[in-house]
């Protein structure tokens, strides 16, 4: 069976080129694109990506199981993964990765001057259950300045990158925490156009609750393609 996907509404995702934002205009392609067919790799795999890569555990708060939890505000993130039509994506691979409390990277390109936390690396990957659902614990990630500029400071968010049942659901984006100041002025966040589907960028908050362990949590469902599908942020 042939399986038809709906191309994404522009104005739903995020701008191809965003003026004081250079890198973007290195990120995309100079000459239209050409159309051509999808292959029939690309309508049906990646598959079995959870037995093809290590799974980590749902709690990354810590750099190794059981050891020392890294600084900062314990969170919770929750929500489901669904295709155009609302239907789970069960088997999915989720990816994430992060800064740390203060702002800070585990990579050697991040020149931002704040601490490494030396309990938390703020990478994880993990596989969606039969509903599509998914969870992993963390620390609330710190804002951090572009260096490249000398205003912009990047709002507290995570990445996410997720392998769903094909090519074409090959997904990449970032979500963002409600409520920060940071979020009115971030280039890549507010160069998605539609309102609505800037929303869908932005983590829901859940009641919470007092107990032995205390976390705030957090939910964000995606749908991976149609006219509600998650925004792409890179």
């Known amino acids: 069976m042939q399986v038809e996907y709906e191309p994404y509404q522009e104005s739903t995702q995020l701008a ?11 990120r995309n392609p100079s ?3 050409i159309r051509r067919p999808l292959t029939l790799s690309e309508r ?16 990354i708060s810590s750099k190794d199981p059981g050891g020392p939890r890294a600084i900062g505000q314990y969170i919770a993130v929750t929500g489901r993964l ?19 409390a203060a702002g800070k990277y585990v990579h050697e390109l991040d020149r931002h001057q704040a601490p490494i936390d030396p309990n938390f690396t703020g990478l994880g990957r993990f596989v969606t259950g039969a509903e599509g659902q998914y969870k992993f614990l963390s620390i609330k990630p710190g804002a951090y300045p572009v260096m490249e500029s000398d205003w912009w400071w990047r709002p507290p ?22 409520g920060e100041p940071l979020n009115e002025t ?15 960028l932005i983590f829901e908050t859940t009641p919470t609750t007092v107990s032995a362990v205390n976390l705030l949590t957090f939910r964000r469902d995606f749908v991976l393609r149609g006219k509600r599908a998650t925004p792409a942020l890179d």
Not at 16 to 26: A, E, L, M
Not at 82 to 100: F, K, R, S
Not at 186 to 200: C, F, G, K, T
């Open 16 to 26: 191809r080129y965003i003026h004081d934002y250079p890198r973007s205009f290195t």
């Open 31 to 33: 000459q239209p694109l």
């Open 44 to 59: 049906t795999g990646p598959i079995d990506m959870e037995r093809r890569v290590a799974i980590d555990s749902e709690d």
């Open 82 to 100: 669904m295709d155009e039509d609302g239907a789970p994506l069960a088997g999915a691979v989720i990816e994430i990765w992060q800064a740390n």
């Open 157 to 178: 968010h995570i990445h996410f990158s997720i392998f769903g049942p094909s090519w074409m659901n090959r997904y990449v984006t970032q979500i963002f925490f409600p």
């Open 186 to 200: 971030d280039l890549l966040l507010n160069a998605v156009q539609d309102p609505e589907a800037r929303d869908r």
